[in-house]
């Protein structure tokens, strides 16, 4: 079992901790300030991301939803959104399956 303390972690803004990464998952910690994004963006994998501090808004093909501690989004592969911290904020990211079609680390 492994487990973490989110909150109290030390990541740093601008470099995305990850927490576990094998086979099928990777779960990503994520410290964004307040007043900056995540400019739009998509992965390759099913992204859920969790807030566990703070208050972002996520924008998606002009529709904006709004969310603090306990919020949880799903994202299908290739959806298209932008994450904009309202206030420094905490996030969890975790991807699957890992690496998904499409990756990078996939070609070779």
Do not use: C, N
Not at 70 to 95: I, K, N, T, W, Y
């Amino acid at each position: 079992m492994d487990t973490w303390d989110i909150l109290s972690l030390p990541i740093e803004p601008h470099r995305p901790q990850v927490l576990r990464s094998d086979e099928e998952t990777r779960a990503i910690a994520i410290e964004l300030p307040g007043g900056e994004e995540l400019q739009e963006h998509q992965v390759h994998e099913r992204a859920y991301m969790l807030v566990a501090d703070g208050e972002i808004e996520i924008t998606k093909d002009g529709r904006a939803v709004r969310g603090g501690p306990g919020f949880l989004s799903h994202f299908e592969p290739a959806e298209r959104r932008e994450v904009r911290a309202l206030r420094d904020s905490r996030l969890v990211l975790v991807l699957a399956p890992w690496p998904g079609i499409g990756h990078p680390s996939r070609k070779g």
